[in-house]
């Protein structure tokens, strides 16, 4: 028994040191888009706020989205590091479950797979990804939340409406962090 409490404690201060956000429990299971059309949300997202987590440390942040094959997207993530260099991710959205098309696997380099929900979007204007993991059997979960929009800004009541959505999930929408989308500060990445 004493064993299993080191393993968890060490890979508990591991993780936390990593900055990502846990919560006591089993993942919730957040209501997703419905009738969601996996071939709209394709092109350029900028990312307004996320949950941190141990694949960003950047600002910046854009994804862009193209169609690999009927049920699978290409993501080619990009980000400004501090120390002026840009970083690129690239992985997949794959539908799990047709008659879920919202409720996808992300897969990105070098990292297991992990679920990436769609809660909600316009396809032009907005979109809220949710994803969570559960560890110990459900003793904790790690949750991912990003917002994103077309644009590099998004109005404040879109804003506090998928802070809603977040709430309402018992995502706790306080460690939400803004992502840096200043054009001249993000100029970088346009080059």
Known sequence: MKTVQVIFLTLLSVLTVSAQIFARGRCPHPAVQENFDLSRPLGKWYEIQRLPNILQK???????????????????????????????????????????????????????????????????????????????FGVFHAEYAYILSREPTLPQETLKELHRILTSAGVDVDFLTNTNQDEAFCSAMNQ
């Open 58 to 136: 950047g600002e910046c942040s854009t994804s862009i989205l193209s169609l690999k094959s009927p049920g699978v997207i290409d993501i080619l993530n990009r980000e400004l590091l501090a120390n002026g260099t840009i970083n690129t991710m690239t992985g997949l959205f794959k539908v799990k479950d047709p008659s879920e098309p919202a409720k996808l696997e992300a897969s990105l380099e070098n990292y297991p797979p992990g679920p990436y929900w769609v809660l909600s979007t316009d396809y032009d204007g907005h979109s809220l990804g949710f994803g969570c993991t559960d560890f110990f």
